[in-house]
């Protein structure tokens, strides 16, 4: 049997087709199809220098016009690569479906108990459209993220930084997703310091980077769970660390979780797999950190750490130089 140059680099210098075959009913399918006369064309597992592979592979008959003798040539294509990413796309829609079904069963679900009668005529409906109206504002987040996700792999993130006050947009982030939990049954705690903490940032990103944590944390607590929110200085830089109740993150999948279409773990709420992907691009962005740590005894802790403001890290230290009155 000869091969050219490419068949002796993927599959060594020689080579049988039950040594090609990574089963060996595909290699005697094969040579039975061609002992009849007939071309076989499958895709099938391989075996190659590199290691386990899937190959495209097409056999036709020949036959030698001057000797008459009867033999085949065999074309190998790797789809290796091209089925991983047929099925990370299938993967893909089909978290995408299931993470804009949940704020849309959601919005429905709220509406429809707003517009009972009982609801109705009581006059109380303002705390299921609340429901609602945070649940659209997901749906339009989670466009957002899928934009930014494309935007990150090719640097083109923007981003427009002023002066913001984090304590201020933290409380407003935590009062527009109160209501989500309170749907879901799971506790929104917020723990702060009186300390003003100023960075220079994009405030609808914070925002975002806020939004899609929470996400996380509601998608992986129990019901009558808790998450929690707090917020310190920590040298220099103001700290945000969200944590939850969940089944943890383990420690070596602590930073894949990061990568774009990664789940440390399955849960019943979905995810697309690019919120934290998003996420860390953001706050990168805004020349922080991201990372998460375990959260004892159950659950995990993403931790934000931001650079404050100079100016007001200068009166701080003076403030605090200063001798007391």
């Not at 935007?151 to 201020?168: N, Y």
């Amino acid at each position: 049997m000869s091969q050219n140059s490419a068949a002796t680099e993927t599959f060594g210098l020689r080579f049988s087709i039950h040594s090609l075959c990574a089963r060996s009913e595909d290699a005697d399918a094969l040579l039975q199809t061609l002992a009849a006369g007939g071309a076989w064309e499958r895709e099938v597992p391989t075996e190659t220098q590199a290691g386990p592979a899937l190959h495209a592979l097409s056999a036709h008959p020949m036959i030698d016009a001057v000797s008459g003798a009867a033999g085949f040539a065999l074309t190998a294509v790797d789809v290796t690569a091209a089925r991983k990413l047929e099925a990370l796309k299938e993967a893909f829609l089909q978290d995408v479906q299931h993470e804009l079904r949940t704020p849309m069963t959601a919005v429905r679900s709220a509406l429809e108990l707003a517009l009972t009668p009982a609801r109705m005529t009581s006059g109380a409906p303002i705390d299921l459209l609340g429901v609602a109206g945070r649940n659209a504002e997901r749906l339009l987040e989670l466009v957002d993220d899928l934009l930014d996700a494309r935007h990150a792999a090719s640097g083109a993130l923007e981003l427009d930084r002023r002066r913001i006050e984090l304590g201020a947009l933290v409380a407003d982030s935590i009062r527009m997703d109160r209501p989500v939990f309170d749907f879901c049954g799971v506790r929104l705690e917020l723990v702060t310091v009186r300390e003003a903490m100023h960075v220079v940032a994009d405030g609808r990103r914070l925002h975002q980077v806020l939004s899609n944590l929470l996400a996380n944390g509601l998608k992986f607590s129990p019901p009558g769970g808790t998450v929690t929110v707090a917020l310190d200085a920590l040298d220099g830089a103001a700290r945000l660390r969200v944590s939850d109740q969940g089944p943890g993150v383990p420690q070596r999948a602590r930073e894949r979780i990061f990568e774009r279409g990664v789940h440390a773990a399955k849960t019943q709420r979905g995810g697309t797999g690019i919120g934290l992907y998003v996420a860390r691009a953001l706050v990168e962005g805004h020349d922080g950190t991201i990372r998460c740590i375990a959260n004892e005894p159950v659950g995990a802790t993403f931790e934000v750490v931001l650079p404050r403001c100079p100016d007001e890290l200068r009166r701080t230290a003076e403030r605090r130089a200063s001798p007391p009155r």
